[in-house]
């Protein structure tokens, strides 16, 4: 925000949630999870809709033009597409600080962001808590 705020900049707050990422592996017997799915769905939107209120505002006590936008996907994919489609010019982003194994068999939306993105992209990494 201090950025934005620096260079007269429009803040676009972007959460995405991939509720297939939370998709049980495929079993010998198949279970019916019913309505417990939209349940799922609803306390991600909800997680996201709280994420951009905060944002918004620390936007606004900043007075700067924000936009928060909540939507379901791939987050890598929709990171490049929501930038593409509104013209940013940087993409920032943070970091979860994962390595080894888990990252390799989960992958980095980051990552990904950064290898595909088709402008600046500046990565925060996540502070250790105490």
Known sequence: ???AK???AKVYALYVFNKNAYVPPVLETPIHLGSNWNVMEEMLRKEGDNAIQ???KVAKDKKIDYEGVVVEGDPASAILEFAEQNKVDIIIMGTLGKGGLERFLLG??????VRHSKVPVLVVKKQKQN
């Not at 980095?108 to 962001?113: L, N, P």
């Open 1 to 3: 925000m201090e950025l």
């Open 6 to 8: 620096l260079i007269g």
């Open 54 to 56: 905060y944002a918004e």
């Open 108 to 113: 980095s939306v980051t990552d990904k962001v």
